[in-house]
C-alpha cells in the first residue's frame, strides 16, 4: 500500500484519510513490518524547515499524516478533496476500536509518571479488551545506553505490535527515527494525545478543532510553553505563499 504525497515546504505530507491510515496500520501489524508515523500540524512542518535532519525524519517515515487544519485545507486546495484530518489523539482511539478484536498488541510510550497509566484506564473503558503489552514513563532527558538497551528488550519482550510514542514534537520523531529499525512494531508519535486522552490537559472541543483555532486554544491554556512554537504560524503562511506562487522553491530530498 503506498500513498501519494504533496510537498508542503518541503515535508512529504501523506495524502490520506482516517480510513488509510488505519488500513496501512492493519497490514504492517499483519506483516510484521518496522515503520513509524508522523502526525504533522503546521509548527512541525516549520520545525522541518529549520531543521533538514528532521526534515528527512518526515519524508523518511511510513506515513505522515494531516494533523493540523491548516495542512488539510492545502491538501484540498491542491486538489485532495478526499483527504481529512488523521488527528493524534483519533487516530489513537480508532485504531484501538478497530483492532481489539485482533488482538494487536499496544505499548505506551511517553507522558510523565502517570500519565500513561490514565490514558490506558480511559481506552480500556470503551475497550475492555485492549491487549496493553506495557507501559514506560521515560525521564525528561536523554537515555543511556543501557537504559536504551532495556526499553528495546521490554519492547520485543511484550511482542509489542504497534508503540504509542508520546514524548513531544520533534523528541519523539527523532527518537522514533533512530529506534524503529530495532523493534518490529509500529511506531506512531501522537505527542499531547497522551495528556488529553489521559485527562492530565484539557483539549479543544470539536468545534474548534474543526474551526483550525485549536493552536489558539491551546496557546491560551499554555501561554509560557507555547508561545515560540504558534509564533511562527504568520510565517508559515507567507513560506506557504512564496512556494504556492514558484517564488521559493523546497525541495523534498
Known sequence: MSFR????????????????AMNQIAEWVRTKKAAYICVTPAHAVMECVKHPVLKRIYNESGLTTPDGMAIVWLLKMAGHKQVSRVYGPDLLQTVCKAMTDQKTRHFFYGGAPGVAEDLVAY?????PNL???GLYSP???DLSKDEESQVLAKFKDTA?????????SPRQEVWM????SATDAVLIGIGAAFDFLSGHKKQAPRWIQRSGLEWFFRLCSEPGRLWRRYIQYPRFLWLVFLQKTGLRKYPMD
Do not use: C, Y
Open 177 to 180: 527515527a533512530q529506534h524503529v
Open 160 to 168: 509489542a505490535d504497534i508503540i504509542w510514542v508520546g514524548l513531544g
Open 139 to 141: 525521564p525528561f532527558r
Open 123 to 127: 481506552l480500556q473503558k470503551d475497550n
Open 131 to 133: 491487549a496493553v503489552a
Open 5 to 20: 504525497r504533496e510537498n508542503i515546504l518541503g515535508v512529504g505530507v501523506s495524502v490520506i484519510q482516517m480510513t488509510d
